[in-house]
């Protein structure tokens, strides 16, 4: 069980963790009708009274985003303002992982979104390394990643989350660390919580939006700092046989932060990858609050008294 933090905001403030519990006939319980955010936030390494948070503008928009999916009203002003209170009462010590979550708070059957109450609550977890840095072997999912037409693929519905812990049990259960899903339509979409890139002869190379991912906030920062190095990027259609010759594979996710693929079903992935650990570094500084040139991507909480 990871570490929970102590206070959890639920209800429109903070309360004790434990004070923040839910009904068993909460709507979204049975019916998967919630979205959530993932965001880290560490103490800053220089000044431990100073909290950074990464890309919270980007963040809070998509779960406002995901809120609207929903048919709920989740201001992305509201969601800001709880996070800074959340992190006063806490005042984490060490690197956590928050987790916003707007959900159908009415109590009862039929499944809808209309004509029902909602709800938005934050608990946190303290967060290291959610894969191995060192790397990760991936199996090609015999579950597909979902379709934008049946679910809004835009959001961090928690709905969707069942394809992602099919396939992560899968990958583990026959021996592998992660899972990666192809769409209906055969190409690679993502793995069950994180983007996929990969690198094939200096190019930088990412399934595009139209195939079915989730539109990452690591992914599009990652592609900003690439092209701001001089890396060359594409987001095109990706097949599953180029993961076996590229030079490089890589995770992104806000929890696997930037994570190596070492084996991909039976290849061996795992010869140098300069691209990956140039973007790792850089990304690295820019989250610690090391790099003023991306001072724009933090967001620096102090925690006051
Ligand atoms: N895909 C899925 C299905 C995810 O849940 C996540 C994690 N939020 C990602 C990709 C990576 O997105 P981000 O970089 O915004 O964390």
């Known amino acids: 069980m990871q570490k929970l933090l102590p206070y959890a905001w639920f209800g429109g403030r903070c309360v004790p963790f434990g004070e923040a519990t839910i009904s068993v006939a909460t709507h979204a319980l049975h019916y998967g009708t919630g979205a959530f955010g993932g965001m880290r936030a560490l103490p800053n390494p220089a000044d431990p009274n100073e909290i950074l948070l990464f890309r919270a503008d980007r963040h809070t928009r998509r779960l406002s985003q995901s809120a609207r999916l929903l048919l709920a009203e989740l201001p992305e002003a509201t969601v800001l303002d709880a996070i800074h209170q959340f992190l006063q009462a806490n005042r984490p010590t060490t690197p956590i ?12 059957i039929a499944p809808r979104l209309h004509d029902i109450e909602t709800d938005f609550l934050i608990y946190g977890i303290e967060l290291g390394d959610y894969l191995s840095p060192d790397g990760v072997s991936c199996r090609i999912s015999s579950w597909c990643r979902q379709e934008d037409r049946s679910l809004p693929l835009r959001g961090k519905i928690s709905g969707a989350y069942i394809t992602s812990s099919l396939a992560k049990t899968e990958a583990v259960k026959s021996g592998f660390d992660e899972a990666l899903l192809l769409n209906s339509r055969g190409k690679v979409s993502e793995a069950s919580g994180m983007n996929l890139f990969m690198v094939r002869d200096g190019v930088l190379i990412t399934p595009g939006v139209d ?13 900003e700092l690439a092209r701001d190095m001089g890396i060359p990027t594409l987001e095109r259609a990706v097949d599953k046989t180029e993961l076996f010759v590229a030079d490089e594979v890589f995770l992104s996710g806000t929890a ?14 795992s010869g140098p990858r300069p691209i990956m650990e140039k973007l790792r570094s850089a990304l690295t500084a820019i989250t610690e609050g090391r790099d003023p040139a991306y001072e724009h991507w933090v967001t620096r909480v102090p925690l006051k008294g």
């Not at 990452?216 to 592609?223: E, H, K, M, P």
């Open 256 to 269: 696997a932060r930037v994570t190596p693929v070492r084996r991909v079903e039976t290849t061996d992935l």
């Open 211 to 223: 195939q079915d991912i989730l539109e990452g906030i690591t992914r599009a920062s990652i592609l």
């Open 97 to 108: 992982y928050l987790r916003p979550f707007v959900y159908t708070s009415d109590l009862g």
